[in-house]
């Protein structure tokens, strides 16, 4: 894993949080805590946390809402990306993207096969960008969202990351819509 840049500074990101489940409320709601807790621990900002049933409308429009809200840099959700019929998450996160961020959902498989072995075939984890705002759908269980922050996350939107990271390309992600 390539090293922190000294030289920049850390640029805290926005960051909302949603949690789909037809069962979870705040007060229980494991996946959407150890999330609420690394993004705090990373010095990032919780922007917003939501629980939403398992309806793919109602979590595209809330993915729209976010997107469409300037104090919201990335969206973080978790649960419904399994193989059940309930599972819409991913679906609704497609329906909204602009670009589908491909090798997210392939690394988080990576990082899953390591800790799960083959069981990560059962999960849909993906990321992709719309109307300039991150967007990432993760499994329901605090081992995956533990996983996804520490192994990638975490990583990717540190502006100190090299080779690359997330944040450093945010004011070129919704270039073509400025050049209109």
Known sequence: MAAGAKDKAFIPVRIAVLTVSDTRALEDDRSGQVLVDRIAAAGHVLADRQILRDDRDQIADQL?????????????STGGTG???RDVTVEAHRDVYEKEIDAFGTVFTIVSMNKIGTSAVQSRATGGVAGGTYLFALPGSPGACKDAWDEI?????DYRHRPCNFVEIFPRLDEHQRRK
Do not use: N
């Not at 729209?64 to 973080?76: E, G, K, L, T």
């Not at 996350?153 to 939107?157: G, I, N, R, S, V």
């Open 64 to 76: 729209r809402r976010w997107v469409a809200d300037p104090d919201i840099d990335v969206v973080i």
């Open 83 to 85: 193989l059940t019929g």
């Open 153 to 157: 996350l975490l990583h990717q939107l």
